[in-house]
């Protein structure tokens, strides 16, 4: 099994090989990796060389260490998506060829906050309408959303049922979102949400925050969507100019 030597640096080799063994199912998806020791004899590497390839690996994601317990092989995200794309969740779950569902939390008719104010430009009698969500892709809990619309935006047959809130603002209040502002930043187990979304202890959180405009540039909703990280992949596409 002990890597054949070219003329790459050998951690560079042992990165390929641990790759290639977990694409073919040599190692499956959240299966425990030989010990450092047993897996450095078996590549006939040394444990120093080994340690900078997982090191790596756990960068990228293929693998998850978990401390006093060993390595593990991640999940592949089963939904990915260019940042750049302005898709909701729901068109998300239904590209992965899954079924979309939700699980309502809560609603309420607020205030304003400060932020609210600068976000939406409104005044302090304005109403915000404010809906918790958990997004479900067959059945399963992947996404934690919050979302904040102006109340005086939604229509007056507005139902929670419903499962896209993009459909609700184009369809039923005419006000079809074309852009965003959006802010992607990782965060680590959260008390409230983890737990919700059925998360392993280190499972991380990607936080999506954005600001959707209409074709107005009137800004119509807010949202905060915590989506599971073992689930869900984003990359962006940057071009030199």
Same mark, same amino acid.
């Given at each position: 099994?002990?890597?054949?030597?070219?003329?790459?640096?050998?951690?560079?080799? =042992?990165? %390929?090989?641990?790759? #290639?063994?977990?694409? /073919?199912?040599?190692?499956?998806?959240?299966?425990?990796?030989?010990? +450092?020791?047993?897996?450095?004899?078996?590549?006939?590497?040394?444990?120093?060389?080994?340690?900078?390839?997982?090191?790596?690996?756990?960068?990228?994601?293929?693998?998850?260490?978990?401390?006093?317990?060993?390595?593990?092989?991640?999940?592949?995200?089963?939904?990915?998506?260019?940042?750049?794309?302005?898709?909701? =969740?729901? %068109?998300?779950?239904? #590209?992965?060829?899954? /079924?979309?569902?939700?699980?309502?939390?809560?609603?309420?008719?607020? +205030?304003?906050?400060e932020e609210d104010i600068r976000r939406f430009s409104c005044s302090t009698s304005e109403e915000i309408f404010v809906m918790?969500?958990?997004?479900?892709?067959?059945?399963?809990?992947?996404?934690?959303?919050?979302?904040?619309?102006?109340?005086?935006?939604?229509?007056?047959?507005?139902?929670?049922?419903?499962?896209?809130?993009?459909?609700?603002?184009?369809?039923?209040? /005419?006000?079809?979102?074309?852009?965003?502002?959006?802010?992607?930043?990782?965060?680590?187990?959260?008390?409230?949400?983890?737990?919700?979304?059925?998360?392993?202890?280190?499972?991380?959180?990607?936080?999506?925050?954005?600001m959707h405009f209409d074709e107005m540039d009137e800004p119509v909703l807010f949202s905060v969507n915590y989506f599971k990280?073992?689930?869900?992949?984003?990359?962006?596409?940057?071009?030199?100019i």
């Amino acid at each position: 099994m002990s890597i054949k030597s070219d003329s790459r640096h050998l951690y560079l080799q =042992v990165i %390929d090989r641990l790759k #290639q063994d977990i694409e /073919k199912g040599f190692y499956k998806e959240k299966e425990k990796l030989p010990s +450092e020791f047993d897996l450095a004899k078996q590549l006939g590497v040394s444990r120093a060389t080994l340690r900078e390839a997982l090191r790596i690996l756990e960068e990228e994601n293929v693998i998850i260490r978990r401390h006093g317990v060993g390595t593990f092989v991640n999940s592949k995200p089963l939904f990915t998506s260019g940042i750049e794309q302005l898709n909701s =969740v729901t %068109d998300m779950i239904e #590209q992965a060829g899954m /079924k979309p569902g939700t699980i309502f939390l809560s609603s309420s008719t607020q +205030e304003p906050t400060e932020e609210d104010i600068r976000r939406f430009s409104c005044s302090t009698s304005e109403e915000i309408f404010v809906m918790e969500r958990v997004r479900t892709a067959n059945g399963e809990p992947v996404v934690y959303c919050v979302d904040k619309v102006p109340e005086r935006i939604l229509p007056e047959t507005f139902s929670h049922k419903e499962e896209s809130i993009f459909h609700i603002l184009d369809v039923e209040a /005419k006000r079809r979102i074309t852009y965003a502002v959006a802010q992607i930043e990782p965060i680590g187990y959260h008390e409230k949400i983890s737990p919700i979304l059925e998360c392993e202890p280190e499972t991380a959180l990607l936080v999506l925050k954005q600001m959707h405009f209409d074709e107005m540039d009137e800004p119509v909703l807010f949202s905060v969507n915590y989506f599971k990280a073992d689930k869900f992949s984003f990359h962006v596409l940057r071009k030199r100019i």
